[in-house]
């Protein structure tokens, strides 16, 4: 049997994968969460289309104007303008682009590279294991929040730069999981006959053990973008993240802060998208814990 | 736990704390700008004074041979002078800290008395209007942004209804000397009770907002402990002794449940220093946290250095606290 071939270990996988599937898509909730995360992801991809205006075109005449539904307000302009005279709804439509692109980047690359560690440390052990480790131990010793500003103070704010000093971090959580889930399964007579065959340590790691342990890393990795949104925002906030003109949710909200006493549609509707987003990848990754991961189900 | 074991897991916390300050260290000496460019400003002086200066910083010296230093001096408590106060980083942190502990140990307190109560509730009421309330709320706790909820809390209870101030430690008027640098408590100390109530009501919006994620996570864990506890063999025959459902519950089961709500508070204080950058900048809290990110603008590298450098290890220390409270509540669990 060639090694490349299917063989029966990856039929399991594959239906295991469906039956989990099926599990998750009859949880109505995390479904419902799950479409409104795509409608943010359709919302941000068409955003010059959905956009009714340019945002980030200024026309001091509606600087603070209410939102549609209140006294001096225009139904042309939904969501109000802030402190230029932007219009907020545009801006939110835009923003929605840099938080789900960043999370989504930040998710890719901190998974890709936690994915070789996590299996490199797990499978080949030894000095690998050991060096890997340590460092995952040092990265882990920073809170979050502060490694990424340190980092941002150090290369400047900047679009690339978030997404780097957000990912320099994010990859130990997946080493973390790829590694103890392939230091299971390294022992699994598949992964034996496969050795046994004389498979290369590269074909048993990303052929043989990485489809078999992908869910759980699939799971975290949904779970954590939730997190990574809200920490984009934060730097966004702190000032540290995309720069203005360029909307950002987090920004928006900083802007609106000054204006509390007189225009508190600024702040709040900027907020309440991060919130509705973060809220259903939180209740949709919850959902796919539960399908595909049986020891959390309750 | 054995003392061997112990020292053991001291001394696992030696690379972590050289590696946590290797990265701290390059950090810092990547950063674009010159840091005598930065420290000279506007002002005029000759190459051999800005070639003294830099010596006088140590940048002459090769990198390694600065690491090295920057540890001996770190172990000191010396991190150089700030560029923009104009004197040594160690006291401006000192100066700020306190605002910094105090806030966080009253969030700390906020999400227990908050969490643990709700937990219990949820659990004993499992699947009741209650515990589907609790479950949201703690959804909500933990995907709320918090710089949007310290915003929120500040519109309603300091803008609209004003009753609760809008930034700051204290008001003006309230003031007292400083003896600890905990207003809470030199407050107490000075006998000024009015000067106590306007501190606690200036701490409040940030500790809550600052507490928020904590309690979310912090009653998930309290559910889900409690729950597994009320189904252990021991609950059912204290039950089936006929002692009441009170004395149960509290005597018997959730002084078991609480080991992992412990547990996890004690990592949790952790992730509490990285809110606190966002909580102080809300509330204007003259914190270390704000005072970093005041840093940041002003390039004022030695201090961010430090202040990076103590967030992590007073991280590694909690997470280390953790790791042993755990061990010590739960004697099944070895190190």
């Known amino acids: 049997m060639s090694l490349t071939e299917t063989t029966p270990q990856t ?16 949880n109505r909730l995390a479904m419902a969460s799950a479409v409104v995360v795509v409608l943010f992801v359709v919302m941000a991809i068409f955003a010059p289309w959905i956009a009714p205006h340019d945002p980030n075109e200024t026309d001091l005449f509606r600087r603070l104007q209410p939102p549609g539904w209140a006294p001096g307000g225009e139904w042309a302009y939904l969501l109000g303008c802030d402190a230029l005279g932007r219009d907020i709804l545009s801006r939110i439509i835009y923003g929605a682009r840099i938080s789900i692109f960043i999370g989504l980047a930040v998710i890719v690359v901190a998974t890709m590279i936690g994915i070789l560690a996590g299996l490199a440390s797990g499978y080949l052990r030894g000095w690998v294991d050991v060096v890997i480790s340590r460092i995952v131990d040092i990265l882990l010793g920073f809170p979050y ?5 340190g980092l941002m103070a150090m290369m400047g704010p900047g679009l690339w730069n978030i997404i780097l000093a957000l990912a320099y971090k994010e990859w130990v959580i997946p080493a973390r999981v790829v590694r103890g889930e392939t230091l299971a399964t390294r022992e699994l007579e598949y992964v034996e006959a496969a050795r046994a065959l004389g498979a290369s340590r590269w074909h048993i790691m990303l052929r043989e053990i990485l489809p078999n342990i992908l869910s759980p890393v699939i799971v975290v990795s949904t779970i954590r973008m939730a997190h990574v949104i809200i920490l984009e925002a934060s730097l966004s906030f702190l000032g540290l993240g995309v720069q203005p003109p360029t909307a950002s949710w987090g920004s928006m909200v900083a802007d609106g802060r000054a204006f509390i006493l007189e225009a508190w549609w600024v702040s709040t509707f900027p907020g309440l998208a991060i919130l509705l987003l973060v809220l259903a990848i939180n209740v949709a990754s919850q959902g796919l814990r539960d399908a595909f991961d049986p020891r959390f189900a309750e | 736990m054995s003392l061997g074991k112990l020292l053991e897991r001291i001394l696992q916390l030696v690379p972590v704390l050289l590696g946590v300050s290797l990265i701290v260290f390059v950090m810092m000496a990547l950063t674009p700008g010159d840091p005598v460019q930065i420290m000279i400003g506007d002002q005029s002086i000759t190459p051999e004074q800005e070639a003294e200066l830099r010596r006088g910083l140590g940048l002459d010296r090769p990198l390694v041979e600065r690491f090295f230093v920057f540890i001996g001096n770190a172990v000191q408590f010396d991190f150089g002078t700030s560029f923009y106060h104009r004197r040594p980083v160690g006291e401006v942190i000192a100066e700020r800290l306190p605002a910094t502990i105090e806030l966080s140990l009253v969030a700390l307190i906020v999400a227990l008395v908050t969490a643990i109560p709700l937990g ?24 709320l942004p918090g710089f949007w909820f310290g915003i929120l809390l500040l519109m309603l209870f300091a803008v609209h209804l004003q009753i ?17 640098g905990f207003l809470l408590i030199d407050t107490l100390l000075a006998g000024n009770l009015r000067a106590f109530g306007d501190a606690c009501r200036h701490i409040l919006l940030p500790a809550i907002t600052l507490g928020l994620p904590m309690t979310a996570i912090l009653m998930r864990v309290t559910r889900t402990s409690m729950l597994e506890v009320l189904r252990q063999d021991y609950v059912t025959f204290a039950d089936a002794k006929g002692l009441s459902r009170r004395r149960v519950l509290f005597r018997h089961a959730l002084k078991n449940a609480l080991i992992p709500t412990v547990s996890v508070a004690a990592i949790e204080t952790g992730s509490l220093l990285g809110g606190n950058m966002i909580v102080e900048t809300v509330f204007g809290w003259p914190g270390l946290g704000r005072l970093v990110v005041e840093s940041i603008f ?16 007073t991280y590694v220390l909690l997470n280390f606290v953790a790791d042993i409270l755990y061990t010590v509540l739960n004697p099944r669990v070895k190190l």
């Open chain 1, 11 to 26: 039929h399991a996988a594959d239906s295991l994968f469906r039956r989990n599937l099926a599990m998750f898509a009859a």
């Open chain 2, 298 to 313: 002003l390039r004022n590298y030695p201090l961010v250095q430090a202040a990076v450098l103590f967030y992590a290890v």
């Open chain 1, 145 to 149: 929040l502060i490694f990424a500003i």
């Open chain 2, 164 to 180: 609760l101030p809008v930034s700051g430690r204290i008001g003006f008027s309230s003031e007292v000397p400083t003896v600890t």
């Open chain 2, 120 to 143: 219990v509730l949820a659990a004993i009421k499992k699947n009741s209007i209650f515990d589907r309330l609790a479950t949201v709320g703690s959804l909500l706790g933990v995907s």
